[in-house]
């Protein structure tokens, strides 16, 4: 459907105070289900205990149990007696082995609630910001040695250790020790300066990460606005400074930045303003756009403070918040767009756009293993058959302004281009491209259908005489929505089409019981072309128990329905708030969610969900 357009909005973000509790995962084995939370206590000796400072051990191989360092904390309600104990926890059971003596902090014992920490798995060594500056702790038996000797500000120095040049870098604001980047390397106890920055006034620089492939330091500076920097490690330079845009319905704090090394993207948590609802985002540095990945990670405003993560090579991500629980959640989610022309504008930007589109997506997916099928759909909105100069052109809305399927051609070239520069040489996952168009409006023919097809096979036609037809396919699309039109229109478009060659990206309204519209559930499966990717929006699983039922129904003739993977609209949701074009409360599936629901529903109608492997999330294109 049409959507509006979402609200950049500049946002302010307080330093960051750690509390204590951990979500993890449910990893005994089992294949990795996007998002899927397990949660268990943490605790020592069956007693629930706060942690902070949360490192993750990236030695540990896929679907295998990571191993996870803490600092348990005691007494944090003293101000002369705290104390933490470094130690490992099992994520499957919460355990908390302690490892070493404990460790004071005395009357700082607040900073521990702000332990800033990083793990130098190569060495095993856990460094952490304690009372009296930056200490050590050896990962096998839990000895403690001094690194450098800082008294500590009122917030701990953000640190992040790159275990490819084997440097210790941190962020420190003015006269702590000065203004800027820092680095440690190997055997050294006095710092080097790499970067001066004046951040202004009670400021202070919180929430690092390290780019180790491209040697880039990024940390956030809450100068005026949220700014993203990227320091060149070797020399200094700030190479990377983009404003971070939020949408109006998030809070206006983003907090534990952590480097993905499979797209070079950053990750983070915000959380929902009026739902007590804490989010995991995903950063593309260079331009400071914000993707939801997941939702309900954490819940209430206050947990905000308590937050630490990690990434593990099963792509699950942890957080320590605030009541020793520990949860995860999966982030291997697919992006789809809404196709947006902007009135007026010119097909060069558009052409852009859809470079920088294709760019992103693939480094969302290089990392993926080949064999396996990564979708994005590209809408390019209602049909249209008398667009263009003439008068006369076959195309789509656009959602604006006109798009011909000359222009759409051209488009998917661009995405195709911008996606295989990313991937290569890497060759790894195929990319299935959905271009799609929808049964709403006059122009739902067989004349547009026999366009819309001509110019799919003529984009596959183009991409192979690139040499892309080994990695990227496509195939036409439609967001097929049952109350937009009946059947026999439908089937009409269709015949022009005259290609099983079509993913159905729609929904399937009450198909659960008895279809809307007057359509039947034969009717839509033979619709549905080669297979669905179906709308699963709904937070009450409603439209899950409606595919369910399509993948379960034998129709007489041609063969069963296949569900390829969930399509979310998290995104699009978030980057519009308000007004008609809104989503509602119960719109807002995160693609985790729709993943568990379409995969519940299809197993409790004893249909294999074996062919679920991915969700994909749809997302506006912003100005």
């Not at 500076?221 to 490690?233: F, H, K, Q, R, T």
């Not at 299935?432 to 036609?461: C, D, F, L, P, Y």
Request: net charge negative; hydrophobic share 40%.
């Amino acid at each position: 459907m049409d959507r509006g357009r979402a609200q950049r909005v500049r946002v302010f973000i307080k330093p960051l105070a750690l509390a204590a509790t951990l979500w993890m995962p449910d990893i005994a084995g089992a294949a990795v289900v996007p998002g899927k939370p397990t949660v268990v206590t943490v605790n020592i000796n069956s007693a629930p205990v706060d942690v902070v400072g949360l490192a993750y051990d990236q030695n540990a191989s896929k679907n295998t149990p990571p191993t996870l360092y803490g600092l348990a904390l005691f007494d944090a309600d003293s101000d002369s007696d705290t104390t933490v104990q470094f130690g490992s926890i099992d994520p499957l059971n919460g355990n908390f082995t302690a490892l070493g003596s404990t460790i004071p902090v005395g009357d700082w014992g607040y900073v521990a609630d702000q332990t800033c920490a990083t793990l130098d798995y190569a060495d095993h060594l856990f460094y952490i910001w304690l009372k009296d500056g930056l200490f050590a702790v050896d990962t096998n038996s839990g000895n403690v040695a001094s690194v450098y000797s800082l008294e500590m500000p009122e917030h701990c120095n953000p640190i992040s250790y790159d275990n490819q040049s084997s440097e210790l870098f941190f962020s420190a604001a003015t006269e702590r020790p000065a203004s800027g980047v820092f680095s440690l390397g190997p055997g050294t106890s006095s710092p080097t300066q790499i970067n001066s920055r004046s951040y202004g006034g009670s400021t202070y620089p919180f929430e690092v990460a390290i780019d180790p492939v491209h040697h880039i330091f990024y940390f956030e500076n809450n100068y005026d606005v949220v700014s993203l920097d990227g320091v060149d490690e070797r020399t200094g330079q700030l190479v990377i400074q983009s404003t971070l845009y939020i949408p109006h319905s998030l809070a206006q704090t983003v907090f534990n930045l952590t480097y993905e090394p499979d797209t070079g993207d950053l990750l983070g948590t915000i959380f929902f303003k009026d739902v007590r609802d804490i989010a995991l985002v995903r950063i593309e540095p260079r331009s400071g756009k914000l993707q939801i990945i997941a939702r309900k990670i954490g819940h209430g405003r206050d947990l905000i403070e308590g937050l630490a993560s990690d990434i593990d090579a099963n792509d699950r991500y942890f957080v320590a918040t605030g009541t020793s629980t520990l949860v995860s959640t999966d982030i291997a989610a697919n992006r789809s767009w809404y196709a947006e022309r902007a009135v007026g504008e010119g097909m060069g930007p558009y052409l852009q756009w859809m470079a920088a589109a294709g760019q992103a997506l693939g480094l969302r997916t290089v990392s993926t293993p080949r064999g396996k099928i990564s979708r994005a759909i590209l809408d390019f909105g209602m049909p249209v058959s008398n667009g263009g100069p003439s008068g006369n052109e076959y195309g789509a809305s656009g959602f604006g302004q006109f798009v011909s399927t000359k222009d759409i051609e051209n488009a998917i070239v661009a995405f195709a281009t911008g996606y295989r520069t990313a991937t290569a040489p890497a060759l790894a996952a195929q990319l299935q491209i959905v271009i799609g168009t929808s049964n709403k409006g006059k122009s739902v023919t067989a004349a547009h259908g026999r366009e819309w097809s001509k110019m799919v096979s003529e984009t596959s036609t183009i991409l192979g005489q690139m040499g892309y037809a080994s990695e990227i396919g496509v195939v036409g699309g439609l967001d097929l929505e049952l109350e937009w039109s009946d059947y026999t229109q439908v089937s009409e478009w269709e015949r022009g089409y005259n290609s099983t060659n079509l993913i159905d990206f729609g929904d399937a309204t009450s198909c659960a019981t008895v279809c809307n519209n007057s359509w039947t559930r034969s009717q839509v499966v033979q619709s549905a072309g080669s297979g669905a990717i179906p709308e699963i929006y709904n937070t009450n699983g409603g439209q899950a128990n409606d595919w369910a039922a399509l993948a379960a129904y034998r129709p007489a003739n041609g063969h069963p329905l296949s569900i390829a993977a969930p399509l979310s609209q998290l995104g699009a949701c978030v980057q519009v708030s308000e007004g008609v074009n809104r989503c509602a409360a119960t719109e807002t599936n995160s693609p985790s969610a729709a993943f568990n629901q379409l995969s519940a529903a299809l197993k409790a109608s004893g249909v294999s969900a074996a062919a679920l492997n991915s969700s994909t999330d749809i997302e506006h294109r912003l100005p």
